[in-house]
């Protein structure tokens, strides 16, 4: 069994919720088990998810071990991202400026639109004839 967690935070994004343990360690991402570079194949959700590491220059001292369950990569990525800058922020309260000036902890409130009947999506309409 892990050590326990120094600090645990949630993200969310679109239909995506991480949760994410941040612990002092040598920069081991772990997610649902899988190493960081497997889950994320490419490098920019890799880049994105560890963003907030960058900013306040800590990616070798904490060992983040995050689950994720819904929406697609790019959700789950931005989700990832968000729950590491609240731990981070939790962790260090002084690295609150940096990390909001980077906007890491603003929630991306977008979302899908939902279906209209009628209509072939939410916006989308079938092909109009005129005979």
Known sequence: MATAPLTQTTGRRKRSVARAR???GTGKLT???RPFEVY?????QRMVVSEPLRVIEVEEVYDVDATIHGG????Q????RMAIARSLEEINPESR????KAGLLTRDSRKKESK????KKARKA???TKR
């Open 31 to 33: 997610i649902n088990g």
């Open 97 to 100: 400026a940096a990390l909001k």
């Open 116 to 119: 209209k009947y009628g209509l």
């Open 22 to 24: 941040v612990r002092p």
């Open 77 to 80: 990525a931005g989700a990832l």
């Open 72 to 75: 697609g990569v790019s959700g």
């Open 40 to 44: 994320f194949p490419t490098a920019a």
């Open 126 to 128: 079938p092909q109009f």
